[in-house]
């Protein structure tokens, strides 16, 4: 059993009655309880994703919010918390509440809808905060677009500060990115692909602290790929300023090499960096600078990323891979198992303040197991989601979830499939 919250690693049971943690010790009296045998593997809180797309409403053809909740609770994720960028965007709040209803009756994982920060996603005027939060969504921002007016990002973080929640920013100078579609540097010219540059990350980061800093806000920054950008906010949580951060599993363990064979799966916003790039954003993780481990599970359809690497749509999939993935760093001895799992579950949900990554009595009982030593060929085709974006599709990975549990009912088991609702 892990429990980052209550700081245990230890050999236990764990009893959940009426959706909640019960208790969690050695030998407990189940007596009457339905028995889940976990031996030799990992028991810890569900994982929650503070940043997924799951496209509905609007491009259900790419994902939904009920193929999306299944591909969630197969991949060990009992919480997620969708992006804005749906069609209609989530900006008003008939859109949140749609989210949330289709989220209750088709998702077996919780869905928290992250609503926009600006109206459209079109950087100018801001969204009605209030209502939105009154509808259900627990941050807000423009993700996958960056607020360029720094007057409107500006507004927008002192609003945050009034309603008390995070803005999460996508950091990418769209100045700087220009055409951009790989990471600048000697793989996009030999490629012969227009590059992104790291700096375009970095100088957003530096912006939104700088903000953060003079309005008081919570900032968090999402899906940090560069060095300077780690560096940033390291500085900044030094110096006290109230900014958190996430990484993905591909940015911790794939460099813009993965690109040379134009595997538009590889193409993702912001891109894959350099391997100096992934040692420092694994550092950053490892140090704290970075709190969480969030997947970016971005599904877009076969026909659309089987164009020409300048035309595909950026993202990849990543609920289903990112525990084996990321636990890389478990097996290289960069993190322990309660820190990763800590990076997964708790911090995730301590950035939303939503209950979840805790196996405390009294908590929601959101269960995952894992087999940290299972081999499994990732098959797309198998896989939960509509759609196959994957740069790991058809490889063999090592550790696996292996059952989810959300208020203590089985909804996930590596056998049987998801089982609800
Ligand atoms: O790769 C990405 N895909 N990055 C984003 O910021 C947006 C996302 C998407 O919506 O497909």
Redesign the pocket.
């Known amino acids: 059993m892990l429990d980052p919250a209550s700081e245990r690693d230890e050999i236990a049971d764990v009893l959940c009655v009426d959706g909640r943690i019960e208790a969690v010790g050695a030998e407990l009296d189940g007596r009457g309880a339905e028995i889940f045998d976990a031996e030799g593997q990992w028991v810890a809180p569900g994982f929650v994703d503070l940043h997924c ?1 799951l496209r509905e409403p609007g491009q259900e053809y790419k994902e939904d919010i009920a193929s999306g909740g299944r591909a969630a609770v197969a991949g060990g994720f009992t919480t997620v918390a969708c ?1 804005a ?1 749906t069609d209609p965007v989530n900006d008003d709040p008939a859109t949140t509440d749609f989210i949330l209803d289709r989220a209750r009756n088709d998702s077996p994982a919780r869905v928290y809808p992250v609503a926009a920060a600006t109206k459209g996603l079109e950087g100018k005027v801001m969204t009605e905060m209030s209502a939105l939060l009154n509808a259900g969504a627990v941050a807000f921002s423009d ?2 677009r960056t607020i360029m007016d720094s007057g409107v990002m500006r507004r927008v973080l002192e609003y945050s500060r009034l309603v008390d929640v995070p803005i999460i920013v ?1 950091c990418e100078d769209r100045t700087l990115v220009g055409d951009g579609v790989l990471n600048e540097g000697a793989i996009s010219t030999r490629l012969g692909l227009p590059g992104n540059p790291a700096i375009a990350e970095e100088v957003h980061v530096s912006r939104d602290i700088k903000l953060a800093e003079l309005t008081g806000a919570r900032l968090h920054v999402a899906h940090v790929s560069t060095a300077g950008g780690v560096e940033e906010v390291r500085r900044a949580r030094e110096r006290g300023i109230s900014v958190t951060a996430e990484v993905t599993p591909h940015h911790l363990t794939l460099t813009d090499e993965a690109a040379l064979g134009y595997d538009t799966s590889t193409k ?2 912001p891109p894959l960096r350099s391997a100096a790039d992934v040692a420092a954003c694994r550092a950053g993780l490892v140090d704290g600078s970075i709190d969480a481990i969030a997947t ?1 599970h ?1 599904p ?1 359809a076969q026909h659309e990323k089987e164009q020409q690497f300048t035309e595909a ?3 990849m999939l990543g609920f289903e891979t990112a525990a084996a993935v990321s636990l890389d760093l478990v097996r290289r001895a960069e993190l322990s198992p309660l820190e990763w799992v800590r990076r997964l579950s708790l911090n995730p949900a301590r950035i939303l303040r939503r209950p979840g990554g805790s196996l405390v009595p009294g908590e929601p009982a959101d269960v995952v197991v894992i087999d940290p030593e299972k081999r499994w060929v990732y098959d797309t085709a198998k896989g939960h989601s509509k759609s196959r974006n994957s740069p790991w599709a058809g490889q063999e990975l090592t550790g696996r979830v292996t059952a989810t549990f959300v208020e203590g009912k089985l909804v996930f088991h590596v056998d049987r499939g998801v089982l609800a609702p």
Do not use: L, R, T
Request: glycine share 14%; charged share 15%.
């Open positions: 797309h992006m960028n993700d996958g996508h993702v916003a970016d971005a877009h749509p950026h993202g």
